[in-house]
Every structure is written in structure tokens, then in C-alpha cells.
């Protein structure tokens, strides 16, 4: 049987200043339908499920084997998703960030959108286990509450279709993140990767935790007060297939990361395709909406 480990620290709480005890609600605001309550509809859909801040991650399994998942449970033990009940928008330009992959380690931890409560777990190919060749050097993770629509071309990027994921982020704050924390961020940037056809965004993001989050607040402040970075970045992704023997990934976009506008665009326009998922006006197919 799967052992089962609970792991809480004040670091990996989501506290009430993260997550809203109610629902996001604005005036003059109305709502649609959510499998877990209403969506409210303003410039971002934001499912009102969370209502508790506490939070914590659950393990089932052994770390670096292929039943080992993470959950997030609110303080009552009931599962929640992170991909689906998170909010996405906390107002401000600040969005939740659940971390999947902390920064230098190379397990390729992702979201299991096939999976009831989505948990989080090790990729796989063939049976095995995925590595990257080595390290990440940033936080990696998703935006919850977005989702790029493989229905949908996108004329901007080559009119590739989405990668049917939610969205990544990189965060290239100085702490490492915990496998399930949830952090908040701002978007500064957008790269846009192509890899094998499919579009998959990088939104590079800072933890307003971090000392220098109120030095950077665009992709041009990105490359005075971490210089390198931006292309670090590009050039991680570009190359992290290579030594599997596959061919280098791409970018659209001049090969350039966009604004911070471009990122709130991107982070705006999934998150309405994430809506349309949750509300099945588009078919899910395998994923899991629960």
C-alpha cells in the first residue's frame, strides 16, 4: 500500500492573504456556471471554490517512483485541485503560482490533468520516470485556472494550437520552492515556445517574497536587475531536448520575450479558455475537471 505523508511548514501555507475566504466578486459582476460554484465573470474567471486559506500538500507514494503524487488538501483533508480550484487572479496584477518543479532539481514533476483532484506527479515516457538532462535553474510550475486550447490557432504564434496544459511559469526569485506551494507572483514577461508544433507558453514571473520583486515590474527591469536571465531562460528550453536526440524547440515572437502586457494577455485569454473547459462548452476529452 501507498505510504501517505503529510507535510506542512509556514512556508508551504497558503495564509489568508493568498487565497480569498469568499468568492472574488466585484459589483456589477454575474455569474456562470462552475462545476464548484459560480465563475465570475469580469475581466478574469475565477471559480469561488476555495474558501478556506489553509492548505497543505499530502504525499502518497515515494518520492521518484511511479505512484508518487502530491496532493493539496485544505485543513478540513478535503482534496482540492490545483490546476481547477485555485484562484487564478488575486487582484493588482497578482496571480497564484503552484510550484511543480523547484528550482535545481531536474525530476520532471508536472500536474496530472488526467487525474481526479489533478494531482501532482513525476512525467513519464515509455514506463519510466522523465529527467531533465540537468538542472532547472528557476521555480517552474503553472498558472491555475488557464489552459491552452489545442482547438485553438493562434494567428500571433504561427498559428500553432496549445499544448491542451495549463499555463508554465518560470519564477527566477532567489528561494527555492517547495513541490505544491503556492506562491504569489507578477508576470514580467512572455516567451513563446514551440515545441514539436504545439505552442507552449513561458511566463517569466517574480514571488512578490522575493527582495528584489519591487525592482523588476517588465521585461526590460528583468534584464537590468537579473541580466542573462531572459536568455538563460530561452536558450534552457531551447536546448533541453537535444541531448534526448530530438531537435531543438523553437520561439515565436522574434525569438524575443514580450512585455509584461503581452503576458497579462496571454494569462487572460487561457484563463477564458479555461473557463470554456470548466463550463464543457469545449469537449475534455481525457482531462479531468474535478
Known sequence: MAAARVMVSASNTV????????????????????????????????????????LQTKEEGHPETLDYRVFLEDNSGKKISPWHDIPLHLGD?????????????????????????????????KGKLRYYPYNIHWNYGLLPQTWEDPSFANSEVEGAFGDNDPVDVVEIGDSRGKIGQVLKVKPLAALAMIDEGELDWKIVAISLDDPRASLVNDVDDVEKHFPGTLTAIRDWFRD???????????FAL???????????????????SWAKLVKRSIPAGELSLV
Open 15 to 54: 495564509t489568508a492573504s493568498l487565497l480569498s475566504k469568499g468568492p472574488l466578486r466585484r459589483p456589477n459582476s454575474f455569474s456562470l456556471c462552475c462545476r464548484n460554484g459560480p465563475v465570475q465573470k469580469r475581466r478574469l474567471f475565477t471559480c469561488s471554490a476555495i474558501y478556506n486559506p489553509q
Open 93 to 125: 496584477g497578482v496571480f497564484n503560482f503552484v510550484v511543480e518543479i523547484p528550482k535545481e532539481s531536474s525530476a520532471k514533476m508536472e500536474v496530472a490533468t488526467d487525474e481526479q483532484h489533478t494531482p501532482i506527479k513525476q512525467d513519464t515516457k
Open 240 to 250: 533541453y531536448k537535444i541531448p534526448d536526440g530530438k531537435p531543438a524547440n523553437r
Open 254 to 272: 522574434g525569438n524575443k520575450p514580450a512585455n509584461k502586457d503581452y503576458a497579462l494577455k496571454v494569462i487572460t485569454e487561457t484563463n477564458e
